[in-house]
C-alpha cells in the first residue's frame, strides 16, 4: 500500500512512515534481517499522518520504544489513531478519495505514544542522522519531508514514482487539500539540494526524472493565472 524506508548508521536505525496496520511485522523482520536489535531504532519520522503512512507503527514502536516526530498539525492525528483523507484532484483520485472517507472510518488504528512535534529546518545530525526537515504541506496541512546531506530525500506522497516502468510517468500527488500550497513545497524540494527522491508510492526518481513534470505543471499554472487575469481585467473594463 505505501513504502516504509529503514535508514542505518553504524549507531542507529531511523524509519520513515510505517505502513498500513497489521504492516509493522515487515519493518521488524527488516531490521532482524540486517542484524539489528528494534532498539536500536532511534525514531520513525511520519511523513503525514494518513493511515497507510502510520498505521504499522504501534506494532513497531511496541518492540522498539522508538520516539515518533511529525509535523505539529498532525499531532493529535496520530496520538488518537484518527483518520485523515485529501481531496482527489482527478477522476481517479475522486474515486479513491469517496472509498477512503467510508472505509477509514471502520480501520481501527491504534494510537502512539511519545509523539514529538518537530519544527521546520530541524537539523538531525545531533542524533547522528546528517539530514534536516522541511515542511512541505500541499497533499496535507502537516507533510515532511526528509532531506539527507548527500542529497536523498523522503518525500512521502509529494511526488509519486512510476507503478507500472517506462508507462506510468513519475508525478506529483494526484491528491492535495491546497494545490498553490504543494506546487510551493515542489520549489522547495527542488531547491533543496535533493538528488533521489524516495517516495511513499511508486519507485525511487531522480530530480531529473521529475523536473520535466514539474516544468510542464509550471506552465501550466502559468497559462491558468494568465487567462484569469485576462478574465478578470475584461470585467472591470
Not at 60 to 82: F, K, L, M, N, Y
Request: aromatic content about 6%.
Amino acid at each position: 500500500m505505501a513504502y516504509s524506508y529503514l535508514i542505518e548508521t553504524a549507531e542507529m536505525l531511523f524509519l520513515v512512515d510505517g505502513g498500513m496496520a497489521g504492516t509493522g511485522h515487515n519493518i521488524l523482520d527488516r531490521i532482524a534481517e540486517i542484524g539489528r536489535k528494534p532498539a536500536d531504532l532511534l525514531f520513525a519520522l511520519v511523513t503525514h499522518a494518513h493511515a497507510d503512512h502510520f498505521g504499522g507503527l504501534a506494532e513497531v514502536q511496541e518492540a522498539s520504544g522508538c520516539a515518533i516526530i511529525c509535523h505539529p498539525s498532525h499531532v493529535d492525528t496520530v496520538r488518537t489513531g484518527g483518520s485523515i483523507v485529501s481531496p482527489g484532484l482527478n477522476v481517479f483520485a475522486k474515486i479513491y478519495e469517496r472509498i477512503a472517507h467510508f472505509a477509514l472510518p471502520k480501520l481501527k488504528l491504534d494510537g502512539l505514544r511519545r509523539v514529538i512535534a518537530v519544527e521546520d529546518g530541524t537539523k538531525l545530525h545531533r542524533f547522528g542522522l546528517p539530514g534536516s526537515i522541511l515542511f512541505t504541506p500541499g497533499h496535507s496541512t502537516g507533510d515532511l519531508t526528509l532531506v539527507l546531506d548527500d542529497g536523498s530525500a523522503f518525500v512521502g506522497d509529494l511526488v509519486q514514482g512510476r507503478r507500472i516502468p517506462k508507462i506510468t510517468p513519475p508525478e506529483f500527488s494526484i491528491m492535495a487539500v491546497d494545490e498553490p500550497a504543494m506546487f510551493a513545497s515542489w520549489r522547495l524540494l527542488l531547491a533543496s539540494g535533493a538528488k533521489v527522491l524516495y517516495p511513499g508510492h511508486g519507485s525511487i526518481v531522480t530530480v531529473a526524472d521529475i523536473l520535466p513534470v514539474f516544468r510542464r505543471r509550471a506552465a501550466r499554472t502559468a497559462r491558468r493565472e494568465l487567462r484569469l487575469t485576462a478574465a478578470a481585467a475584461h470585467a472591470q473594463a
